[in-house]
């Protein structure tokens, strides 16, 4: 099996694909009855150095419904100069530039290594990178403080010709013109009402070209049409301005009375950004970042009312329907989600607040527009400085790791139809021949547009074998599928990247073994789960547990090899073995479990499990425990409550959490003082190695997750106490005293218990 | 008739079925009384030849006009005084002290004897028709009452002989621009009085069957002759002449106002006028005296119509004399009389009627030995509260009586407790908020960087309450042209910040703390943002205005700040840009001299009436200052002003080298004058009558409480009363009232006017105590409410007809008999035809179309909250109503020509020769050019503009 291990990988690095399954069944009804849908996880971004840099435009197939690209898949007849294509087997004439093709004279796009290409394209306006501050200014002084410099420091990040505008928000929006000399100058909009893009902008006097007020700045709007606004400036000219301007930024100045929530008019400031951009730079790169410290309070939007005897909902009140703002808020920001995505923009959201702060409402503003979620406690922290720095990070030549304004289109060969796609996307409602009717995630389009994305950007995108039974697939027949990705390149330069795949078909009959080991259990747990917590949003948890259990039962009695009604004869292929584990920890996990989170935490969770790349997903899943010992060097362990040892160092990482937890025995010597003592040197270098492995993740991830260190009884302990299976509990008293790890106070089952149980259901002929 | 009650008071509304009846009285030019109180010099015209009977004696004997002039209300002046020569003149005066309330006139006593001979003529002379007829009755023998009962004779003539007259009456106001010319009589120096031209043909001659002529005084005067250096050459010539009589009116007859000034400033002028008496009328407001506060209030508080009401209804139909009081509750008072005291009862609060909620003031009568006071307005009687008690003197007044001022003053004010305050909070200091335009046209003529200037200097003198140094008044600072632009001057910034709200549909204020500063911390930021105001929309091209959200912008910033306020608003143009209130030009002349031409006066939209009633609730008072080039709506754009107790300032045309002078005085003086605010003003009166009207710039919620958002000391409420039953001639008529209000310092309190008036069940009492200045008052103010819902024909027939018809009911029971053709005036009225006309001749009044209707309605809601005299502590006192109303006929005509072009013009200087000007009544020299006009007046500064500056 190592070779589809190492197929799989290397597919992975070279296209940033991973299918469930990498060899396909050849009938719509085999398909179905795998369970496990054929899918895949796509990386559009996937950093590559390999790339060579193709300075032209693709070829394009001369079928309008088709409009392939050319792709090494497809035959080409160097005399003739002809080239089918592989999706719908149009002959095409290869254009004048390409006489001189031959077999020894290939463009790069037909090599086979360069099943993934990336095109630049030269024409067209460049329009510049713009970032939209939305600052809330209803935050402790201390926070505000820390916000403002962060936002002067991030200044010099941006690039110099990027253009940078302002918004403060609190009791009213204000949105600041800069550029203004002697005075500093705003416009003010009320935080309870909300207005139409075209109101905003007759408001701020975008609608007409020369705006009375404004300042005189001859000739530069004939330089550049779009710098005609002043609320958007280049990073360049008015830096000094602005870092002047953040400086003297003051808290919302209306008094808040005791027992009040400050009036915080997020909805409006939203819609005004977003008004703002829509009316000037329609279809650029651009970002809107909100930075708030908590819930809205008025207006379209809120979330809360500001009395503060009224708590902001939780997942008891939604299930009770006690939220009374959340459906209206919810539609509000769905609303703004949906202009921002069609204008190509994107918002992001950091929210800073010890209680919850709307993302829950707000979520699709970034779910939608492919935007950032941060949560955090505080603007005054290292998760919130080190997360915002990190996305004006550069990548090994310079460029920003962002990217605008993607579209995102797949292509498939006749046998397969798109049944939808999950991810940081919206529907470009383009349908056609290969759009499946069956929707599963965002269906019933063939393009999606990604109004930002980075390089890990992921999306699962879903397909369905429609081949009819009755009409097989000759032997050795391949399907194709072409990804098309065009976008904005932080270098303002629009780019096309394309990646064709082909896989083979088998028939499930005859040839079951090999599809049962092209079965990539990794990509096809998150691919799930990604199905599944897509339906969380809308489905109550317990329905989408019993759909997930369902279909694990399923795929077990498929593929798991078995006596009827004899559990302890139930064996599963290595290809397989892992995947009733994912399902385990994935059923626990924040996504499906609304238990012990708030709503803001799930939205948040969710956000990112939505675009994560296959590795970091499964860390979510299933998070990653390191033991570190005096024994040996440090090694990965079960999450299970029995890796909790006395003597051990555990080093758990979800994802959003970094955890060093000191076993108990160590965390006395730690007590004791031992690290500091000469002759104990190597206990100090064993309590530095899960710290600097911690440091190495944290540096490498974004959002910076927390980083929690803690010991054996530590309040703090809980992250880990909750993460792990809970083999061992006050109920099972077997491991009770015994030296092997410590017992987790919970009722949970533990996946011995599933997996036994799930056995007996696999094997049981009844279900 | 038809002339159904534009106004909703009983005279006029009871007229009606009288009226057909009694104008014709007026046919008849009585000869103005006086022509018989001339004294010797004045020879009686031939003219009176004319009238039937009333051939003047020309030789009155010498005393004759003495006792004339006694006779008449104090008010006029005497002959004899003015005339320095004659010698009995000065034996005249002597005989002013009042008379004991022996019969209820205070009337100074006139010379029996004389008054005896002057009944003995009274059927021929003119002495009847103006202040004679009254005296006897006043006077008190019983034989000279009788006699004008013995007049009765004439009455049953009237009808038939005033038929014609009435009939005439409507055409007036059309013909009065011939006629009227000059109110003033050309003096010549030969004629003496004049004498009424025959009344020949009464209805045929329109003009001359006007009242306004009435004899006058004024040519017989040395002084007057001076006055006319120039002289009418044509007067002496008429006199000379025999009178062509038959239908010219000789000028020369008309009684002149002037000269009843002048007459009631030699009489009293520089006197000390007690207000001890009940019902005693006082001096006109042009005549500089002292006033001593004994137990009435003063009369720069509160004037009436009459002194004397009536005591029934019944009789308060028949003579059809307004009932009314002129409250100018915040006169300014002359440095050298008292200020108001200050009562501060502590908690307790001040002391009040259980029922009537009156509060203590004189009128109060104490009884058992203390322990209680009747209520001298509803009679109740009221357990004294413990802290307040005191016992009595052996002739039952409070042994504090001396000590308290609330039971010896008929002024004074009380600190109001937490009761009286909104929300039972103290109030906060009130703030001004400077709201400038900065569209093209202000920018260009210079007008923003003229104010921004001025700004910081008037801002140093910001009104303060005396015993704080600085002032407690906070300022903030919009600007707007389409959108609104407010700053942020916070003493702590490095430079202002501004906020711009573009939501205009939706104004609201942007920020609060910053906003409203005081100018002492934040003066560095102010001055830096007034400097950079010029600058910052030196290149603005914006044409476009709002109006209604820059209002409603300033009350939310008030509302916002919890305090009351002013807001400063300085504007140029019609305000056409999309928002509330947004108007369109709908000046339309052609709706002149139709039933439509009311519309012209009413607001285009609602928006602004209701924005009104909003700022008044919240004690926001707007005070603009228009710089139109064109058409822009005053009547909309003025109403705010008006109903909030602002003032309306505007200067047609405004060019800095001519203008900029008279605006930055009317800026700085409307900035530092004194001004309550956030007022509530109610009028208790004693049983028997009660207040049934109110006009002035107020607004009203329910029958009895006045609310105004500022009240300053320009601003008078005219409170009209009715009988509700019979008033007794014992406890005569009591008014109090009340306001509260907030200071300028941000207290609360109450200040209370007192007034007691006499009852009289004699018609010839109530003509005798008539104030004219106070009647005019309320004609054109009754009549200028008017307009906003009647035709103006028919509001001009009202006028004409309830003059004439309070002159006839006078003739009737008043007077001694005389020829029919004769026009008989009391002489408390000796002025009102002449007053009427004017009035009829103002350019609100007068429907033609070469007058702007901004400037109609910019006059009328001017006048609309006008006081009497606007006594200004000056020696000379601008009777603005007078003035403007009595100008009229000049005026107007010039206006046609020059405005506005012509600004540099001041018609109203032409028809006055300098000489005169020095000397005539201060209408003359105050008034400050007009508003469109030059800059050229005589005493530019320092002066508020006035209402003739358009006639």
């Keep these: 099996m190592a070779t589809y291990l190492e197929f799989i990988q290397q597919n992975e690095e070279r296209d940033g694909v991973r299918f469930s399954w990498n060899v396909w069944p050849s009938s719509r009804l085999e398909a179905t009855r795998m369970v496990v849908p054929l899918a895949c996880l796509l990386t559009p971004l996937k950093e590559r150095l390999d790339l060579p840099p193709v300075q032209y435009e693709p070829v394009l197939c001369s079928r309008p419904t088709c409009k392939a690209i050319l792709n090494p898949l497809c035959q080409v007849d160097y005399r003739a100069k002809l080239w089918a294509c592989n999706f719908c087997f149009q002959r095409n004439q290869f254009p004048p530039a390409y006489t001189g093709i031959s077999e020894v004279n290939q463009p790069a796009e037909l090599m086979p290594q360069f099943s993934t290409i990336e095109y630049m394209i030269q024409r067209g306006p460049q329009s510049p990178l713009v970032f939209l501050y939305v600052v809330d200014t209803c935050l402790e002084e201390e926070d505000l403080q820390a916000l403002k410099e962060s936002l002067q420091m991030s200044l010099s990040l941006l690039p110099p010709d990027a253009l940078v505008g302002l918004i403060t928000f609190g009791r009213m929006v204000q949105v600041h013109e800069l550029s203004c000399e002697g005075i500093s100058k705003s416009y003010v909009f009320r935080g309870t009402k909300d207005l139409t893009a075209k109101q905003i902008q007759d408001m701020l006097g975008l609608t007409k070209p020369a705006m009375p007020m404004q300042q005189a700045r001859p000739a530069q709007p004939q330089e550049h049409p779009f710098v005609s606004s002043r609320f958007l400036q280049p990073v360049h000219k008015i830096d000094m301005n602005l870092t002047d301007l953040l400086g003297e930024l003051q808290r919302d100045p209306w008094p808040v009375n005791q027992g009040k929530r400050p009036l915080r008019s997020t909805g409006v400031a939203l819609s005004i950004a977003v008004g703002l951009l829509e009316g000037t730079f329609p279809n650029t790169g651009a970002r809107i970042m909100l930075f708030t410290g908590g819930p809205p309070t008025q207006g379209p939007g809120m979330v809360v009312g500001d009395e503060l005897k009224v708590p902001i909902r939780s997942w008891h009140d939604i299930e009770k329907d006690n939220a009374r703002f959340m459906k209206k808020a919810t539609k509000h920001y769905e609303m703004l989600a949906n202009r921002t995505a069609t204008n190509g923009h994107c918002i992001d959201i950091y929210a800073c607040a010890l209680d919850q702060t709307g993302l829950l409402e707000m979520k699709c503003c970034a779910n939608l527009t492919g935007g950032y979620m941060v949560m955090g406690d505080s603007f005054n922290t290292s998760l919130f400085k080190q997360t915002f720095q990190r996305i004006f990070s550069k990548d090994f030549n310079g460029d920003f790791r962002m990217a605008f304004g993607a579209t995102l289109e797949v292509k498939t060969s006749r046998e397969l139809k798109i049944a939808g796609a999950i991810g940081p996307c919206v529907s470009l409602n383009v349908k056609g021949p290969c759009v499946s009717e069956n929707e599963l995630g965002v269906g019933g389009t063939s393009q999606w547009k990604i109004c930002a994305l980075d390089a890990t950007s992921t999306l699962g995108i879903y397909f369905e074998v429609v081949n009819q039974h009755n009409a097989p697939i000759p032997q050795g027949g391949r399907g194709a599928i072409q990804f098309v990705t065009q976008y904005q390149h932080s270098s303002t330069q629009r780019r096309i990247r394309v990646t064709t795949i082909a896989r083979n078909w088998a028939d499930a009959q005859s040839q079951f073994k090999h599809i049962e080991a092209a079965f990539d259990q990794e990509a096809a747990a998150v691919l799930m789960a990604r199905l599944g917590v897509f339906r969380a949003e809308s489905e109550e948890g317990p329905d989408i547990l019993r759909w997930l259990d369902r279909q694990l039962i399923r795929l077990c009695q498929k593929f798991g090899q078995y006596n009827k009604e004899d559990p302890t004869s139930f064996r599963l292929s290595d290809s397989f073995s892992l995947y009733p584990q994912f399902m385990f920890h994935l059923r626990r996990s924040p996504f499906l479990q609304v238990f012990n989170n708030s709503p803001d935490e799930s939205s948040y969770y969710r956000h990112h499990f939505a675009r994560q790349d296959l590795t970091q997903s499964l860390i979510m899943i299933q998070p990653i425990l390191y033991s570190y010992s005096f024994h040996g060097p440090p090694e990965p362990v079960l999450l299970d409550s029995s890796s909790i040892l006395a003597d051990r160092i555990l080093l758990m990482d979800t994802f959003f959490q970094i955890v060093i937890y000191l076993g108990e025995t160590i965390a006395q010597w730690r007590k004791a003082g031992y690290q500091d003592m000469p002759e104990y040197e190597n206990f100090k270098h064993l309590l530095q190695a899960p710290v600097d492995d911690a440091q190495e993740i944290l540096q490498a991830r974004f959002p910076m997750p927390r980083y929690i260190n803690t010991e054996h009884g530590g309040s703090q302990a809980r992250f880990l106490l909750s993460k792990v299976n809970p083999s061992q509990t006050h109920n099972n008293l077997y491991a009770w005293g015994q030296e092997t790890g410590a017992p987790i106070l919970t009722d949970d089952v533990s996946l011995q218990v599933f997996m036994d149980h799930l056995k007996k259901l696999a094997v049981s002929s009844a279900s | 008739m038809s002339q159904q009650g534009y106004v909703a008071t009983p005279p006029y509304s009871q007229s009606q079925s009288g009226m057909g009846l009694s104008p014709p009285l007026y046919g008849h030019y009585g000869d103005p009384s006086h022509a018989g109180a001339p004294p010797g010099a004045m020879k009686p015209a031939g003219p009176m030849g004319a009238a039937p009977g009333g051939v003047l004696p020309p030789g009155p004997p010498p005393p004759g006009p003495q006792q004339f002039g006694q006779n008449g209300a104090h008010a006029q002046g005497r002959p004899p005084q003015r005339f320095p020569g004659p010698p009995p003149a000065s034996s005249a005066p002597?005989?002013?002290?009042?008379?004991?309330?022996?019969?209820?006139?205070?009337?100074?006593?006139?010379?029996?004897?004389?008054?005896?001979?002057?009944?003995?003529?009274?059927?021929?002379?003119?002495?009847?028709?103006?202040?004679?007829?009254?005296?006897?009755?006043?006077?008190?023998?019983?034989g000279s009452l009788s006699a004008p009962s013995g007049q009765g004779p004439p009455?049953?003539?009237?009808?038939?002989?005033?038929?014609?007259?009435?009939?005439?009456?409507?055409?007036?106001?059309?013909?009065?621009?011939?006629?009227?010319?000059?109110?003033?009589?050309?003096?010549?120096?030969?004629?003496?009085?004049?004498?009424?031209?025959?009344?020949?043909?009464?209805?045929?001659?329109?003009?001359?069957?006007?009242?306004?002529?009435?004899?006058?005084?004024?040519?017989?005067?040395?002084?007057?002759?001076?006055?006319?250096?120039?002289?009418?050459?044509?007067?002496?010539?008429?006199?000379?002449?025999?009178?062509?009589?038959?239908?010219?009116?000789?000028?020369?007859?008309?009684?002149?106002?002037?000269?009843?000034?002048?007459?009631?400033?030699?009489?009293?002028?520089?006197?000390?006028?007690?207000?001890?008496?009940?019902?005693?009328?006082?001096?006109?407001?042009?005549?500089?005296?002292?006033?001593?506060?004994?137990?009435?209030?003063?009369?720069?508080?509160?004037?009436?119509?009459?002194?004397?009401?009536?005591?029934?209804?019944?009789?308060?139909?028949?003579?059809?004399?307004?009932?009314?009081?002129?409250?100018?509750?915040?006169?300014?008072?002359?440095?050298?009389?008292?200020?108001?005291?200050?009562?501060?009862?502590?908690?307790?609060?001040?002391?009040?009627?259980?029922?009537?909620?009156?509060?203590?003031?004189?009128?109060?009568?104490?009884?058992?030995?203390?322990?209680?006071?009747?209520?001298?307005?509803?009679?109740?009687?009221?357990?004294?509260?413990?802290?307040?008690?005191?016992?009595?003197?052996?002739?039952?007044?409070?042994?504090?009586?001396?000590?308290?001022?609330?039971?010896?003053?008929?002024?004074?004010?009380?600190?109001?407790?937490?009761?009286?305050?909104?929300?039972?909070?103290?109030?906060?200091?009130?703030?001004?908020?400077?709201?400038?335009?900065?569209?093209?046209s202000n920018i260009k003529s210079?007008?923003?960087?003229?104010?921004?200037?001025?700004?910081?200097?008037?801002?140093?003198?910001?009104?303060?309450?005396?015993?704080?140094?600085?002032?407690?008044?906070?300022?903030?600072?919009?600007?707007?042209?389409?959108?609104?632009?407010?700053?942020?001057?916070?003493?702590?910034?490095?430079?202002?910040?501004?906020?711009?709200?573009?939501?205009?549909?939706?104004?609201?204020?942007?920020?609060?703390?910053?906003?409203?500063?005081?100018?002492h911390e934040s003066q560095s930021v102010i001055h830096n943002l007034l400097d950079q105001i010029p600058e910052m929309f030196a290149d603005s091209n914006e044409n476009e205005t709002v109006f209604a959200p820059v209002i409603q912008a300033g009350m939310e910033a008030l509302k916002a700040a919890d305090c009351p306020g002013k807001l400063l608003i300085f504007h140029s143009s019609l305000p056409t840009a999309e928002a509330p209130g947004k108007l369109r030009n709908r000046d339309d002349k052609k709706l002149i001299n139709t039933d439509k031409e009311k519309i012209l006066f009413q607001p285009q939209t609602s928006v602004y009436d209701s924005l009104a009633r909003d700022c008044v609730a919240h004690g926001c008072c707007v005070t603009?200052?228009?710089?139109?080039?064109?058409?822009?709506?005053?009547?909309?754009?003025?109403?705010?002003?008006?109903?909030?107790?602002?003032?309306?300032?505007?200067?047609?045309?405004?060019?800095?080298?001519?203008?900029?002078?008279?605006?930055?005085?009317?800026?700085?003086?409307?900035?530092?004058?004194?001004?309550?605010?956030?007022?509530?003003?109610?009028?208790?009166?004693?049983?028997?009558?009660?207040?049934?009207?109110?006009?002035?710039?107020?607004?009203?919620?329910?029958?009895?409480d006045v609310e105004m958002a500022a009240?300053?000391?320009?601003?008078?409420?005219?409170?009209?009363?009715?009988?509700?039953?019979?008033?007794?001639?014992?406890?005569?008529?009591?008014?109090?009232?009340?306001?509260?209000?907030?200071?300028?310092?941000?207290?609360?309190?109450?200040?209370?006017?007192?007034?007691?008036?006499?009852?009289?069940?004699?018609?010839?009492?109530?003509?005798?105590?008539?104030?004219?200045?106070?009647?005019?008052?309320?004609?054109?103010?009754?009549?200028?409410?008017?307009?906003?819902?009647?035709?103006?024909?028919?509001?001009?027939?009202?006028?004409?007809?309830?003059?004439?018809?309070?002159?006839?009911?006078?003739?009737?029971?008043?007077?001694?008999?005389?020829?029919?053709?004769?026009?008989?005036?009391?002489?408390?009225?000796?002025v009102l035809p002449v007053y009427m006309n004017s009035l009829l001749k103002s350019c609100v009044l007068l429907s033609r179309p070469d007058i702007p209707t901004d400037e109609r309605a910019f006059q009328r809601q001017l006048v609309m909250t006008m006081g009497v005299g606007g006594w200004r502590g000056g020696a000379e006192t601008p009777r603005a109503l007078d003035s403007c109303v009595c100008r009229g006929p000049h005026r107007h005509v010039s206006v046609a020509q020059s405005h506005p072009v012509a600004r540099a013009e001041r018609p109203d200087r032409r028809p006055w020769p300098a000489g005169q000007r020095v000397r005539a009544p201060a209408w003359c020299r105050d008034h400050p050019p007009p508003p469109g006009g030059g800059s050229a007046s005589l005493k530019p500064a320092l002066t508020p503009r006035l209402p003739c500056t358009v006639l």
């Excluded at chain 2, 209680?372 to 109740?380: E, K, V």
């Excluded at chain 2, 800026?667 to 009028?683: H, P, Q, S």
Aim: glycine share 8%; aromatic share 8%; hydrophobic share 35%.
């Design chain 2, 155 to 440: 009455p049953p003539l009237q009808p038939s002989i005033l038929q014609p007259g009435s009939q005439v009456l409507p055409p007036p106001p059309t013909t009065l621009n011939g006629l009227g010319a000059p109110p003033m009589p050309p003096p010549g120096p030969a004629p003496p009085n004049a004498q009424l031209q025959p009344p020949p043909l009464p209805g045929q001659t329109l003009g001359s069957g006007f009242p306004p002529q009435q004899g006058n005084y004024g040519p017989q005067m040395p002084g007057a002759q001076l006055a006319y250096p120039g002289g009418f050459p044509g007067g002496p010539a008429q006199m000379a002449g025999p009178p062509p009589p038959q239908r010219k009116l000789d000028p020369d007859a008309v009684p002149s106002p002037i000269q009843v000034i002048e007459n009631d400033r030699a009489t009293r002028g520089g006197q000390v006028y007690a207000t001890s008496t009940r019902g005693q009328v006082p001096p006109l407001v042009t005549t500089d005296c002292v006033v001593q506060d004994q137990g009435n209030a003063s009369p720069r508080y509160i004037r009436c119509t009459t002194y004397c009401f009536p005591c029934t209804a019944d009789m308060a139909k028949q003579a059809q004399i307004p009932l009314a009081a002129v409250i100018t509750p915040f006169a300014t008072v002359p440095s050298n009389e008292t200020p108001l005291y200050l009562v501060n009862h502590g908690e307790a609060g001040p002391v009040r009627c259980n029922r009537c909620k009156a509060y203590m003031c004189p009128f109060m009568q104490f009884i058992e030995g203390g322990r209680r006071f009747q209520c001298g307005f509803c009679s109740c009687v009221n357990e004294v509260p413990p802290f307040y008690f005191q016992h009595l003197d052996h002739v039952g007044r409070r042994l504090d009586h001396g000590e308290r001022p609330e039971l010896s003053l008929g002024s004074y004010e009380f600190v109001a407790t937490l009761d009286y305050c909104r929300k039972n909070k103290p109030p906060n200091p009130p703030a001004f908020i400077f709201m400038i335009d900065v569209s093209y």
């Design chain 2, 711 to 830: 009240v300053d000391c320009d601003k008078a409420v005219t409170v009209e009363f009715k009988h509700d039953d019979k008033l007794s001639e014992d406890s005569g008529a009591l008014i109090q009232c009340a306001v509260l209000y907030t200071t300028i310092g941000g207290q609360r309190r109450l200040r209370i006017h007192n007034l007691a008036l006499s009852c009289s069940a004699q018609l010839a009492d109530l003509y005798k105590s008539c104030e004219t200045d106070t009647l005019i008052n309320f004609f054109a103010k009754s009549a200028f409410k008017a307009v906003l819902h009647q035709p103006l024909k028919l509001i001009r027939e009202i006028l004409v007809n309830q003059t004439s018809h309070m002159l006839a009911c006078y003739r009737k029971n008043c007077a001694s008999p005389s020829a029919a053709s004769q026009l008989i005036l009391p002489d408390s009225m000796k």
């Design chain 2, 446 to 519: 210079g007008l923003v960087r003229l104010i921004c200037e001025e700004l910081k200097t008037v801002l140093e003198r910001l009104p303060r309450e005396e015993p704080e140094a600085p002032s407690a008044v906070r300022v903030g600072f919009v600007t707007y042209n389409k959108v609104l632009h407010f700053f942020n001057v916070k003493s702590n910034l490095a430079q202002p910040q501004m906020m711009v709200v573009t939501d205009v549909g939706e104004v609201f204020v942007p920020l609060l703390d910053g906003f409203l500063v005081n100018y």
């Design chain 2, 624 to 704: 603009l200052f228009l710089f139109p080039s064109q058409y822009v709506d005053v009547a909309s754009l003025g109403l705010v002003p008006q109903l909030t107790g602002g003032t309306l300032y505007k200067y047609n045309n405004f060019q800095m080298h001519l203008d900029s002078q008279q605006f930055l005085n009317d800026l700085r003086n409307d900035i530092e004058k004194k001004i309550g605010f956030d007022a509530i003003m109610r009028v208790r009166t004693s049983t028997g009558f009660r207040a049934t009207d109110f006009f002035g710039g107020i607004v009203m919620n329910n029958t009895t």
């Design chain 2, 94 to 142: 002597p005989s002013y002290a009042p008379y004991p309330p022996a019969t209820q006139s205070s009337y100074p006593s006139p010379l029996p004897p004389a008054s005896v001979s002057q009944l003995g003529r009274q059927l021929d002379t003119m002495h009847i028709s103006y202040g004679s007829g009254m005296a006897p009755p006043g006077q008190g023998p019983p």
